[in-house]
T-cell receptor, first 115, second 112 residues
């Protein structure tokens, strides 16, 4: 089991460029999430998905779009990158949650720098 | 007030020491809580869950004080390998779905 994988691991973009981050999980999890982590701040939820074909906005969705065409994949897109989007991006997944089971499994992260 | 607040540290302790971190949360309706561990430049991983007054797992003890709305993590007999950032995590119900609110983390450095 690879768990949660992310592609790419590192990327440098120029302002205005676009890119897609790919997340894949092999645990058959229903829920998937995209977070960003900035120094001195907790992980902040960008978008999430509760199942194939569904997506929803999280805490900081502006400037990002997502798609979940297949259950195992969750894509995060930046249409026009800005320096404020320089961050470490983590994807996570979890099984159908109850109030007592919220363990999320994280990918290794993507370090994105926007110049 | 932030939804989840932690002392950022760093806590610098010698091997064998006992160290405790506190975390305060604002949502009094939260029922369960979590501590995640994050090593430098790595992803967070679940360390412990706290559902009632507390939970113990080997050298680690998590305690919950609902009246004061804080959670603590106690590490006894610290090891060099305990050096990491510890994230306090509080679930929050939103539209029938439990999302996780992460604290910014407390950094622990254990030295020989």
């Amino acid at each position: 089991n690879a768990g949660v994988t992310q592609t790419p691991k590192f990327r440098v973009l120029k302002t205005g460029q676009s890119m897609t981050l790919l997340c894949a999980q092999d645990m058959n999890h229903e829920y998937m999430y995209w977070y960003r982590q900035d120094p001195g701040m907790g992980l902040r939820l960008i978008h999430y998905s509760v199942g194939e074909g569904t997506t929803a906005k999280g805490e900081v969705p502006d400037g990002y779009n997502v798609s979940r065409l297949k259950k195992q994949n969750f894509l995060l897109g930046l249409e026009s990158a800005a320096p404020s989007q320089t961050s470490v991006y983590f994807c996570a997944s979890s099984s159908r949650t109850s109030v007592f089971n919220n363990e999320q499994f994280f990918g290794p992260g993507t370090r994105l720098t926007v110049l | 007030r932030k939804e989840v607040e932690q002392d950022p540290g760093p806590f610098n302790v010698p091997e064998g020491a006992t160290v405790a971190f506190n975390c305060t949360y604002s949502n009094s309706a939260s029922q369960s809580f979590f501590w995640y561990r994050q090593d430098c430049r790595k992803e967070p991983k679940l360390l412990m869950s706290v559902y009632s007054s507390g939970n113990e797992d080997g050298r680690f003890t998590a305690q919950l004080n609902r009246a004061s709305q804080y959670i603590s993590l106690l590490i006894r007999d610290s090891k060099l390998s305990d050096s990491a950032t510890y994230l306090c995590v509080v679930p929050q119900e939103s539209g029938g779905y439990n999302k996780l609110i992460f604290g910014a983390g407390t950094r622990l450095a254990v030295h020989p």
